[in-house]
């Protein structure tokens, strides 16, 4: 107990809600952080597969933007859904096709690591 | 008298060319013929024309026709025939006349004997179209084909390398006079707007012309002539000119062309006397040749470069003459010297053609094996001394006076003092050649032709008589003839004697040296050791050229064509080389470069593209870095700066 | 139910309706119908081609303005079909594919191009998104399809890599700007913008966001990374396609998007011009300068594309009348040029077996009929006159010098000087360098609808060179874009 | 009989003999070569047609040809020749005839050869005749790229090298050309490419503008001229480039660069040209002394006729920055007759490179014997070239000096003394070649052949004839050449 507010009062979910209002904006930020994360995932990780995987991660964090900014403006409006929807299934059909190649890659070079795939430069 | 005679005078030199050249070789005496048949007709007719403008001195013509017109300016041809254009087309066909006939003999059975008679048809028709010209610009042309025609005569035995050298170096320095000659007529040209002599006359006597052109206009026709007869600053391609044949020795370097320089100064007069000035330059540089090249004469040895020199002098003589404004003394002496001086270079041929030699040393005594050259000889030295009664003393004479009636005492001195050297060189070359004991060359020298003896014989009558008619008895004058205007005719007697005195001392000297050994002249070679070696030198004039000018303008040249080479073609070369330089440093980055020397822009573009190359690293992360910084840097920028 | 005009949508549909028949066609009868498919293929997108000119001078949009059809569209669209049927000539006798389902590489083909029409009609954001992601997708395929071949391999990956994180960020510029205005139509947009008080900054930096996946297609400056290796890696008729129509598209979207976001970015505060000015100058220099190094031709033609998507983004920023006159006549000197060019590169790969520098050597002696052809594209591209390349220049940098940006038309000389330097090696490989042994190795055989798509190029590339005027007219009718 | 569309015909007639040569087989060089002599030889009698129907009193353009070819940017297909452009176009069309018989000797890849050349002549016919600048500036450079490919693939050792720079050279300066002719183009008002039109306008521009147009203009025609600074590709391209084709060279391509000057930046652009008038006259100066300096100084014969062309080609900037009627007269005939004397010089050392393979200088010596015909000729070439009165060469630098004269003294004085170095190093090599001892390693040299004395007897002739009587072809540039001082005031 500190002091005279037991901390377990404080976790009650709709106490933290009345406590901090999410607004929209603050969906794009967790969406720009997500968005970097991605970014940076595909820049950093070596193995083809983990760059496949934070490509994902970025096409949901634009999901996210478009389903925050779509619930902001009102339940009428179905722009922003059918957008994601479309987002969901071309980013299943890349992730398909990314596979198939880095299969062929890997039929080849025995490995995917993402720095052998160099032959061609300058 | 219908104008077609004067340009029938002028056209046969120019036909005669004309077939020589095609087919000259068809024609009899190897196409000799035709240059001397048309010369005759041309004679001749230059005879009919002396005489009719004695008679009846006003028939002179002056007729033009345009040759290129610009609205307000003209170019034309034209021809002006006076008594002085009457009297030099004389002089000129009768001296050409003779060599023609004289080259018969001494060309004899050389490889291109045709060839040389067409260049002398040329060079004869050049200087009949000097002569007979109405305007500076014609003048110019003619001026230009004679400088040609003595490079081709100069240089016709070009399988010699001194020929050609002499050849070469006659037309560049000609060139030079001309040069300044060009100068002088555009600024008259420029000035009047014409380049007749009738206006430009007119003008320059009404004042109409300012100063500063007239002295520019003066001082270029004057260089012209410098360059032309050889005086004082551009004399150095007469001695050297005697690589030639003799017989051209004799027509261009002695009588015809070296005198056109004076003719022009004559003719030219009106126009220097609006500029007292020049006419002191005229005088003082006329005066300083003939004393200059006599110093030299005295010290040569070889037979033509004494004549050479002695030409020289005459010509500052006339040169003197005109500058104190005595141009009929000029043209007289012009006239006289042409006959014995063509005289003496035509007797130094027939020695060389029996002896082979031009080193009067070998000769000796000849006078017993070539009795005809030698009297003949000895006429025209007595001639070119100033003896009387022969025309020499006549012409010279009355030079002699105008200088002192002028006042120009200095002057007056210098020219007794070169006459009593012209008369020694004159005489040492008679004696040392001509009498004395036999060298074992002159022992089987036998006499030259008759074709060549007869015109010396014709020259020589000539400079005997063509004296006499400045006897106040005997002809009207040179001044009557020549159609200048009349100065009262009077002897004086003082000057006339003190000329013949010092020519008698000047062959007293070379007698005592020469003849009668009373003084070894080798003694006084070594008594005056520096000045004669100085004198046999040519006072080094030759060597201070080739060093001052010559070289220089070579080394200049050099150094402006590598400065060529190296700064100006340098930016893309220079460029060039680094990037091969760069490149070879490089080692395996670099790819096959352009062979050979590559290009400055291509260079940069290539070094630019091989740095900016880096970044297609072939890692497919280091793509997405680079692109999403250059995005994010685009943003950036976008957002913030502008 | 929504009223689609499928008239408007005809020509997309027969080509995927095409495909999907060619692929049956290989299923069903395998080996024994090979020779039959290009003359098929041909006749299909022939049929789609006149279909679409039918349309031409109709300026509508259907299924709620997301698909608009102009005569700008039209045009496009007839540059990316001619550009289909080339490669469909070209991959009839290309070695390498052998006949492993030759049915399904042409079917993927003209699903390609249909998706391509799809981009050069897109009016709404989410079209745009889905027509430049079918396109991609099935341009992976192809890239990547030589499995036994590792450099068509890495090509492939390399190009879905970069494709997949140049939309994802594209998808992200497009939720922002969605965010701002609550549509995906690209006219609403621009109402939104205009209309709403919104931070101008914000909107130039999701517009920016919103066009790299433009830029990638284009291959432009900062997306360029993964031209030269695709090109290199990709089988030589798929990157001849890639270079003409996927860039063809892409340049049409790009010119689409910018005339249409024109009034909202205020132009004259510059920085959409200035960013616009870099990418086009970046590109230009960046293309020349790096092309003049190299010695494989693949890349050197990849390095030669990014240029002259330098030169057309300048048509781009100058706008109005004359800068679409001048990207129009480029699009079209540009197909002509560049196909003719990988038409030949192809040729001598067959004959010679190889795509380096010296493979060209004594060319000029040993087949002159290609190498005259070559020296005509390759002076084409470089811009010198008779042939139309000069023209395209010679619009693009009157256009610029019309409108004041003489700086791009400085920088755009001075990158076409140093790019003539880098055709110039090729011209001198194959007149001027000698190279004794290269003469014995025997010139191979050459399949003959290769050389139709060359005869065609010429004429293309000789024709509207010396007589530009028909082109110059076609492009004035297109100025009335529908969003425009 | 005046035939249409004459100079259409002219300019087009070697396309049509490329067309036909393309399907001519490669083996059969006889015909390709007589084949070519033959057009080029229509080309020259047609030319003298376009004399027959030229009206010599009148100064205005005539035999026009006017079509709209690109309606947008109103570039029409223009074609005219007046008093300026009719002699030089008339020298193009025999110098390429001289110099197609001159090309017999070329025995490799003969017929790509032939069919670049007669590009080549297309290019240049079309430069004189075309009176739109787009197309000027396209015939420009259609002479560019075959030239390159002359001298690259025909040429001497260092060909390529040769090759790429007088290439750039000219790009760059045509580039500099083009952004001048586009800036005229959108400062006339009704945007036109007519260069008549332009004149019309010139009283309309202002004056700094005028500047940096002429200066632009400046780049490109001084490049070709060439003038001092620019004039280093000139030698290199010279000695590598084979014999006919430095004749072209020097004969014609020098002459574009004049012939811009008097067509385009002069009429056009009067107060830039007066305000540089001193500059240019300064250049011309520098041409002539400079030019003659360093040709002095060359080993290389072909070098020496060059850098000669750089000293003659001085005279006409000198005629040019007069702006007199003498001056622009005495220009245009320099021009005129360095193209023929410099094209006979080349065709003679042809002559030499084709016996001795050679063309230094110091290697010769006594040839004056062994070869007296050559000789002859050689000697009357120099001597037309030093500006001998009574042959060609004279009579244009003499008009150019008076013409300048009156408005450059020091300069005229300065440039004349050019004339001195000019008779020096002619004079020094026809010595150093000719004269001296027979030299036993050239002593079976074979005197010219009955082919090199055609190309060359047209050419002596010609100068001779303008040496003496200058009026024929004066009279044709008189008119047009006093409208164009007019134009300058």
């Known amino acids: 107990m500190i002091g005279s507010i037991n901390i377990l009062d404080i976790l009650k979910p709709e106490l933290i809600c009345a406590i901090v209002r999410v607004t929209p904006t603050h969906y794009l930020y967790v969406a720009g952080i997500v968005f970097c994360i991605g970014l940076m995932g595909v820049m950093i990780r070596r193995n083809a597969i983990a760059i496949l995987m934070s490509i994902e991660l970025m096409l949901n964090a634009v999901n996210i933007v478009l389903i925050a900014g779509g619930r902001a403006y009102g339940p009428k409006t179905y722009d922003a859904s059918s957008f994601v929807i479309f987002i969901i299934a071309v980013a299943a059909a890349e992730a398909i096709v990314g596979l198939a190649l880095i299969l062929a890659a890997y039929r080849h070079m025995k490995d995917i690591n993402i720095d052998d795939m160099s032959i061609m430069k300058w | 008298m219908n104008p077609v005679l004067p340009v029938l005078i002028f056209a046969l030199p120019v036909l005669s060319f004309g077939i020589t050249v095609l087919i000259g070789r068809y024609f009899p005496l190897k196409g000799a013929s035709v240059g001397i048949l048309g010369l005759v007709v041309s004679f001749i007719l230059s005879c009919v024309v002396f005489y009719q403008l004695q008679v009846d001195p006003t028939r002179t013509i002056d007729l033009s026709v345009t040759w290129l017109d610009f609205g307000e300016y003209t170019i034309d041809l034209g021809i002006l025939i006076d008594r002085f254009a009457a009297v030099m087309l004389v002089v000129v066909t009768l001296v050409s006349l003779c060599v023609h006939i004289y080259s018969l003999g001494y060309m004899k059975g050389d490889r291109r004997f045709t060839t040389y008679y067409a260049y002398l048809s040329l060079f004869t028709m050049s200087m009949l179209g000097i002569v007979i010209s109405n305007n500076l610009f014609q003048l110019f042309v003619f001026w230009e084909l004679v400088g040609v025609s003595s490079y081709l005569l100069i240089g016709f035995w070009f399988e010699r390398k001194p020929a050609a050298m002499a050849g070469m170096k006659a037309f560049v320095v000609c060139r030079i006079g001309d040069f300044g000659f060009l100068i002088g007529i555009l600024s008259l040209f420029v000035a009047t707007g014409t380049f007749s002599f009738g206006a430009l006359f007119g003008l320059s006597q009404a004042g109409a012309i300012s100063s500063a052109v007239l002295v520019v206009g003066a001082l270029g026709i004057f260089f012209g002539a410098v360059g032309k007869s050889a005086q004082l600053p551009l004399y150095v391609w007469l001695p050297d000119a005697m690589e030639g044949p003799t017989p051209v020795s004799a027509l261009i370097h002695a009588a015809t062309m070296v005198a056109a320089g004076v003719y022009l100064v004559a003719r030219t007069l009106p126009i220097f006397s609006t500029v007292p000035q020049i006419m002191e330059v005229v005088a003082w540089v006329g005066g300083l040749t003939a004393l200059f090249s006599a110093t030299i004469a005295v010290a040569q040895v070889d037979i033509k470069r004494i004549l050479a020199y002695s030409t020289i002098s005459q010509l500052g003589y006339m040169m003197l003459a005109c500058g104190v404004g005595a141009g009929a003394s000029a043209i007289f002496h012009l006239s006289t010297h042409a006959f014995f001086k063509a005289l003496l270079f035509l007797g130094a041929g027939s020695v060389i053609h029996s002896l082979h030699t031009n080193d009067i040393r070998e000769m000796g005594g000849l006078f017993s094996n070539m009795k005809t050259t030698a009297t003949v000889f000895i006429i025209g030295a007595l001639s070119l001394a100033g003896f009387p009664p022969f025309s020499g003393f006549f012409s010279k004479d009355e030079i002699m006076v105008s200088v002192l009636e002028s006042g120009h005492v200095w002057l007056y001195w210098i020219v007794v003092f070169t006459a009593f050297l012209t008369a020694?060189?004159?005489?040492?070359?008679?004696?040392?050649?001509?009498?004395?004991?036999?060298?074992?060359?002159?022992?089987?020298?036998?006499?030259?032709?008759?074709?060549?003896?007869?015109?010396?014989?014709?020259?020589?009558?000539?400079?005997?008589?063509?004296?006499?008619?400045?006897?106040?008895?005997?002809?009207?004058?040179?001044?009557?003839?020549?159609?200048?205007?009349?100065?009262?005719?009077?002897?004086?007697?003082?000057?006339?004697?003190?000329?013949?005195?010092?020519?008698?001392?000047?062959?007293?000297?070379?007698?005592?040296?020469?003849?009668?050994?009373?003084?070894?002249?080798?003694?006084?070679?070594?008594?005056?050791?520096?000045?004669?070696?100085?004198?046999?030198?040519?006072?080094?004039?030759?060597?201070?050229?080739?060093?001052?000018?010559?070289?220089?303008?070579?080394?200049?040249?050099?150094?402006?064509?590598?400065?060529?080479?190296?700064?100006?073609?340098?930016?893309?070369?220079?460029?060039?080389?680094?990037?091969?330089?760069?490149?070879?440093?490089?080692?395996?980055?670099?790819?096959?470069?352009?062979?050979?020397?590559?290009?400055?822009?291509?260079?940069?573009?290539?070094?630019?593209?091989?740095?900016?190359?880096?970044?297609?690293?072939?890692?497919?992360?280091?793509?997405?870095?680079?692109?999403?910084?250059?995005?994010?840097?685009?943003?950036?920028?976008?957002y913030y700066l502008m | 139910m929504v009223d689609i005009d499928f008239s408007l949508l005809l020509p997309e549909l027969i080509l995927i309706g095409g495909a999907f028949f060619i692929i049956a066609l290989d299923l069903i009868f395998r080996r024994r119908v090979t020779w039959l498919l290009l003359p098929v293929s041909v006749l299909i997108v022939a049929f789609a081609m006149y279909v679409a000119i039918d349309l031409a001078g109709t300026v509508a949009s259907t299924v709620m303005n997301t698909f608009v059809v102009d005569t700008f569209s039209i045009v496009m669209k007839v540059i990316i079909m001619l550009a289909t049927i080339f490669i469909l000539m070209l991959t009839d006798g290309y070695k390498p594919l052998g006949n492993a389902h030759q049915g399904e590489f042409v079917g993927l083909i003209l699903l390609a191009s249909s998706a391509m029409c799809f981009m050069v009609s897109a009016g709404d954001m989410v079209m745009l998104y889905v027509a430049i992601e079918f396109t991609s997708i099935?341009?992976?395929?192809?890239?990547?399809?030589?499995?036994?071949?590792?450099?068509?391999?890495?090509?492939?990956?390399?190009?879905?890599?970069?494709?997949?994180?140049?939309?994802?960020?594209?998808?992200?510029?497009?939720?922002?700007?969605?965010?701002?205005?609550?549509?995906?139509?690209?006219?609403?947009?621009?109402?939104?913008?205009?209309?709403?008080?919104?931070?101008?900054?914000?909107?130039?930096?999701?517009?920016?966001?919103?066009?790299?996946?433009?830029?990638?297609?284009?291959?432009?400056?900062?997306?360029?990374?993964?031209?030269?290796?695709?090109?290199?890696?990709?089988?030589?008729?798929?990157?001849?396609?890639?270079?003409?129509?996927?860039?063809?598209?892409?340049?049409?979207?790009?010119?689409?998007?910018?005339?249409?976001?024109?009034?909202?970015?205020?132009?004259?505060?510059?920085?959409?011009?200035?960013?616009?000015?870099?990418?086009?100058?970046?590109?230009?220099?960046?293309?020349?300068?790096?092309?003049?190094?190299?010695?494989?031709?693949?890349?050197?033609?990849?390095?030669?594309?990014?240029?002259?998507?330098?030169?057309?983004?300048?048509?781009?920023?100058?706008?109005?009348?004359?800068?679409?006159?001048?990207?129009?006549?480029?699009?079209?000197?540009?197909?002509?040029?560049?196909?003719?060019?990988?038409?030949?590169?192809?040729?001598v790969a067959d004959a010679t077996g190889g795509y380096e520098l010296n493979d060209y050597v004594m060319l000029s002696k040993r087949k002159p009929s290609l190498a005259l052809l070559m020296t005509i594209f390759l002076i084409s591209l470089a811009g010198i006159p008779p042939t139309v390349g000069f023209f395209a220049k010679f619009y693009v940098f009157a256009a610029a010098i019309k409108q004041g940006y003489i700086m791009l038309a400085i920088v755009g000389v001075l990158a076409s000087v140093v790019g003539l330097f880098m055709y110039a090696r090729v011209l001198k490989a194959m007149y001027l360098d000698k190279n004794d042994e290269i003469m014995k190795k025997p010139f191979g055989a050459i399949p003959p609808p290769s050389w139709a798509v060359v005869g065609l190029c010429l004429l293309g590339t000789l024709i509207f060179g010396v007589y530009p005027k028909p082109i110059v007219e076609i492009a004035r009718y297109c100025c009335n874009l529908f969003g425009g | 009989m005046n035939i249409p569309h004459l100079l259409s015909i002219i300019v087009f007639t070697p396309v049509v003999g490329i067309i036909v040569l393309l399907f001519v087989d490669g083996k059969k060089h006889k015909f390709i070569r007589w084949f070519s002599a033959?057009?080029?030889?229509?080309?020259?009698?047609?030319?003298?047609?376009?004399?027959?129907?030229?009206?010599?009193?009148?100064?205005?353009?005539?035999?026009?040809?006017?079509?709209?070819?690109?309606?947008?940017?109103?570039?029409?297909?223009?074609?005219?020749?007046?008093?300026?452009?009719?002699?030089?176009?008339?020298?193009?069309?025999?110098?390429?005839?001289?110099?197609?018989?001159?090309?017999?000797?070329?025995?490799?890849?003969?017929?790509?050869?032939?069919?670049?050349?007669?590009?080549?002549?297309?290019?240049?016919?079309?430069?004189?005749?075309?009176?739109?600048?787009?197309?000027?500036?396209?015939?420009?450079?259609?002479?560019?790229?075959?030239?390159?490919?002359?001298?690259?693939?025909?040429?001497?050792?260092?060909?390529?090298?040769?090759?790429?720079?007088?290439?750039?050279?000219?790009?760059?300066?045509?580039?500099?050309?083009?952004?001048?002719?586009?800036?005229?183009?959108?400062?006339?008002?009704?945007?036109?490419?007519?260069?008549?039109?332009?004149?019309?306008?010139?009283?309309?521009?202002?004056?700094?503008?005028?500047?940096?147009?002429?200066?632009?203009?400046?780049?490109?025609?001084?490049?070709?001229?060439?003038?001092?600074?620019?004039?280093?590709?000139?030698?290199?391209?010279?000695?590598?480039?084979?014999?006919?084709?430095?004749?072209?060279?020097?004969?014609?391509?020098?002459?574009?660069?004049?012939?811009?000057?008097?067509?385009?930046?002069?009429?056009?652009?009067?107060?830039?040209?007066?305000?540089?008038?001193?500059?240019?006259?300064?250049?011309?100066?520098?041409?002539?002394?400079?030019?003659?300096?360093?040709?002095?100084?060359?080993?290389?014969?072909?070098?020496?006729?060059?850098?000669?062309?750089?000293?003659?080609?001085?005279?006409?900037?000198?005629?040019?920055?007069?702006?007199?009627?003498?001056?622009?007269?005495?220009?245009?005939?320099?021009?005129?007759?360095?193209?023929?004397?410099?094209?006979?010089?080349?065709?003679?050392?042809?002559?030499?490179?084709?016996?001795?393979?050679?063309?230094?200088?110091?290697?010769?010596?006594?040839?004056?014997?062994?070869?007296?015909?050559?000789?002859?000729?050689?000697?009357?070439?120099?001597?037309?070239?030093?500006?001998?009165?009574?042959?060609?060469?004279?009579?244009?630098?003499?008009?150019?000096?008076?013409?300048?004269?009156?408005?450059?003294?020091?300069?005229?004085i300065a440039s004349a003394s050019g004339m001195i170095i000019t008779a020096a190093y002619f004079l020094w090599t026809l010595q150093r070649m000719f004269m001296g001892s027979e030299n036993e390693r050239w002593k079976d040299l074979p005197d010219m052949s009955g082919r090199e004395l055609f190309t060359l007897i047209p050419l002596m002739i010609l100068m001779l004839l303008i040496g003496v009587y200058p009026k024929i072809i004066v009279q044709v540039m008189k008119p047009t050449l006093n409208y164009l001082v007019g134009l300058m005031y």
Not at chain 2, 615 to 635: D, H, M, N, P, R
Not at chain 3, 149 to 166: D, H, R
Not at chain 4, 275 to 303: E, P, S, W
Request: charge should be positive; include cysteine.
């Open chain 4, 38 to 412: 033959i057009i080029t030889l229509i080309v020259l009698i047609l030319s003298f047609f376009v004399f027959k129907q030229f009206n010599f009193s009148e100064s205005g353009v005539q035999l026009v040809e006017k079509g709209m070819w690109i309606p947008q940017f109103n570039i029409k297909y223009f074609l005219g020749v007046d008093g300026l452009s009719l002699p030089l176009f008339f020298l193009t069309a025999l110098l390429s005839f001289l110099a197609c018989v001159g090309s017999f000797g070329i025995k490799e890849r003969v017929k790509e050869y032939f069919i670049l050349y007669l590009l080549l002549v297309t290019g240049m016919l079309g430069v004189f005749v075309a009176l739109d600048m787009v197309i000027f500036y396209i015939f420009w450079e259609v002479v560019l790229v075959p030239m390159y490919f002359l001298i690259g693939i025909w040429g001497g050792p260092k060909r390529e090298y040769a090759a790429i720079k007088f290439f750039l050279y000219t790009l760059f300066g045509s580039v500099v050309m083009l952004l001048g002719i586009l800036a005229l183009y959108f400062t006339s008002n009704p945007h036109t490419f007519d260069m008549m039109e332009i004149i019309a306008q010139r009283a309309t521009f202002t004056r700094n503008f005028q500047i940096i147009v002429w200066l632009a203009m400046f780049i490109g025609f001084a490049i070709k001229v060439p003038i001092f600074p620019f004039h280093t590709w000139l030698p290199d391209a010279h000695v590598e480039a084979p014999t006919p084709i430095s004749v072209l060279l020097a004969g014609i391509l020098l002459k574009m660069g004049g012939y811009g000057f008097l067509r385009l930046s002069f009429p056009m652009l009067p107060e830039a040209s007066k305000y540089f008038a001193t500059f240019f006259a300064i250049l011309g100066f520098i041409n002539i002394v400079y030019g003659a300096l360093v040709a002095m100084a060359q080993k290389d014969l072909k070098k020496l006729i060059a850098y000669s062309s750089v000293s003659h080609m001085g005279y006409v900037l000198l005629g040019f920055a007069s702006m007199t009627q003498m001056g622009y007269i005495g220009g245009v005939l320099q021009m005129f007759n360095h193209g023929i004397i410099t094209g006979a010089l080349f065709l003679l050392v042809g002559v030499i490179y084709d016996r001795a393979h050679t063309r230094d200088i110091y290697a010769f010596g006594g040839l004056g014997k062994t070869m007296p015909v050559y000789f002859g000729i050689m000697t009357f070439s120099c001597f037309a070239s030093l500006g001998l009165p009574g042959l060609a060469g004279f009579v244009s630098e003499f008009l150019c000096l008076i013409g300048a004269f009156s408005v450059f003294k020091v300069i005229v």
């Open chain 2, 424 to 638: 020694f060189y004159i005489f040492r070359l008679i004696f040392i050649a001509f009498f004395g004991e036999q060298s074992e060359r002159s022992k089987h020298a036998e006499e030259s032709p008759k074709v060549m003896t007869v015109p010396m014989v014709v020259l020589a009558v000539l400079s005997v008589v063509a004296g006499w008619i400045a006897i106040p008895g005997v002809g009207p004058g040179f001044a009557e003839i020549g159609g200048f205007e009349l100065h009262h005719l009077h002897i004086n007697w003082s000057a006339m004697g003190t000329s013949f005195l010092v020519v008698l001392m000047g062959i007293g000297v070379a007698w005592a040296i020469y003849s009668r050994r009373f003084v070894e002249s080798r003694s006084i070679y070594n008594t005056f050791k520096p000045i004669s070696k100085l004198l046999e030198n040519k006072w080094y004039v030759d060597e201070i050229y080739n060093f001052f000018i010559v070289q220089p303008v070579i080394f200049f040249s050099r150094l402006l064509f590598a400065f060529d080479m190296v700064i100006v073609d340098g930016a893309v070369n220079l460029a060039g080389w680094l990037g091969v330089r760069l490149s070879k440093f490089e080692g395996e980055f670099d790819l096959a470069v352009v062979d050979g020397a590559v290009n400055g822009t291509a260079w940069t573009a290539r070094t630019f593209g091989r740095a900016v190359r880096r970044i297609q690293t072939g890692l497919i992360q280091e793509y997405v870095i680079v692109a999403s910084v250059a995005i994010l840097a685009l943003i950036i920028i976008g």
């Open chain 3, 138 to 347: 099935i341009s992976y395929i192809l890239v990547g399809y030589l499995r036994r071949n590792p450099l068509s391999i890495e090509a492939g990956i390399k190009y879905f890599l970069f494709g997949a994180v140049s939309s994802a960020i594209m998808l992200f510029g497009m939720s922002l700007l969605y965010v701002l205005t609550a549509t995906t139509n690209l006219g609403g947009i621009v109402e939104g913008i205009m209309h709403g008080a919104v931070n101008p900054k914000i909107v130039l930096v999701s517009v920016s966001l919103f066009m790299v996946g433009l830029a990638f297609k284009m291959g432009a400056v900062p997306m360029h990374l993964w031209v030269p290796d695709v090109y290199q890696g990709a089988p030589t008729p798929i990157t001849a396609y890639i270079s003409v129509a996927s860039k063809t598209a892409g340049v049409a979207a790009f010119l689409r998007i910018a005339f249409w976001f024109a009034p909202m970015l205020d132009v004259a505060s510059g920085e959409w011009v200035n960013i616009l000015s870099f990418v086009s100058m970046a590109s230009m220099v960046l293309g020349t300068v790096i092309g003049i190094l190299q010695n494989n031709l693949k890349r050197l033609l990849a390095y030669s594309a990014i240029s002259h998507i330098g030169f057309i983004i300048i048509g781009v920023i100058v706008g109005q009348e004359v800068g679409m006159i001048a990207v129009v006549y480029y699009m079209v000197a540009y197909l002509f040029m560049t196909m003719g060019a990988f038409a030949i590169v192809i040729m």
